[in-house]
């Protein structure tokens, strides 16, 4: 065990010293498969429901591409416990959130697979809004942080981000009211100067955007970035689409510079940003692959299937290639007109017929 960690260590600090989106897709794929082959291996002989699912291919050394890397199923991490560390190692426990009629998905974290994903999604997140510390407007209640050892996605969330900001405000009341006092307060501390407002899609629209458009009291936050995921499917029922919402936030905020991402608690870290083009990119720690949902084919470009997602993170439990259960595009490789290099993608919604789940599809 300790060998392999040495050595995967040694690797994937050789990946963060890299350029998070400048590295040519063929380049990045060859220091990808050794880092992925080794977690395959790893985990097939520290997870007793890894290994028995993929004994077949225990006898290979090297995979040749990321094409033929093996996947798990995400709907898995629902009904099996999928943990390749001792019980005394465990950290935390991290749920995905769903409604009481659905099993939350259930992941392991130790402490060295935490702080990889904390150091990454600070990488990642850089990119697009820069390295200074911002005063933070967080739009959910405080009450979701609720625990130390065990976390719903939505409180990962906010954990992870909260790294990026300083003066941590919460928008919302315990009942998703407006908190006004905290929200006046932060705007009148804060207006016209550079701020991060974080928070899930579906919550930033029915419980800010549309409450504050209500009340006909819009905010000044010209200089604020939003940051958020999830939550599309509620969204889209209510015809509303990205453009849409981009227009509506500025709208109702000020604010201008609105950037989505696609992640899921089953890869923590492992987050996929919307450029200035509207494109979700693959950063140099974590890839994508498109299957064709009858055959497992990978597709080309252009081409909807299922979205198979990669990541160089997770050691303590095999969360390193899943195949998900939602539908997107490859859109292009190397060539996205904002100038960040490798695989850029859009997500189009989920399979039919599958159980809905998601990290923020939730309210409390």
Known sequence: MSSFLDNYDSAFN???DEDVFNLPQSEKERLLMPLLTQLHHHHASQCQEYGNIFSQYLQSSQFDSLSTFPFLAVRLFKHLDLSSIHAENKFKTLYSSGTTSQTPAKVVLDKATSARQSK?????????IGKARLPMLIIDSPE??????????RGAGIQGLSFFGRDHTYALN???????????????KYQDKPVLVFGFTFMVWQHWVLQLSRSKHPLSLSKGVL????????LEAQKVSNAVFKASVKEA?????????????????????????GHLHTPVFADIQIRNPYTLDVEGKNTTGMIQVISTLPT?????????????????????????KGKYFSVEGRLPKTEIRGCSDTQQ
Not at 227 to 234: A, E, M, R, V, Y
Not at 258 to 268: D, K, L, P
């Open 14 to 16: 050789a990946l963060l």
């Open 120 to 128: 990454v999604l600070v990488k990642i997140l850089q990119g697009f």
């Open 144 to 153: 979701v942080i609720n625990s130390k050892t065990q976390y719903s996605a």
């Open 174 to 188: 315990p009942d998703m009211s407006i908190n006004w006092n905290a929200l006046n307060t932060f705007c009148e």
């Open 227 to 234: 940051i958020h995921s999830g939550g599309w499917k509620k």
């Open 253 to 277: 905020t000020g604010i201008s510079k609105v950037h989505n991402f696609y992640g899921m608690a089953e890869q923590v870290g492992s987050i996929f940003v919307e450029c200035e083009q």
């Open 316 to 340: 303590s439990y095999p969360g390193h290639s899943i195949l998900t259960e939602d539908l997107g595009t490859l859109l292009g490789v190397d060539d996205c007109a904002c100038g960040r």
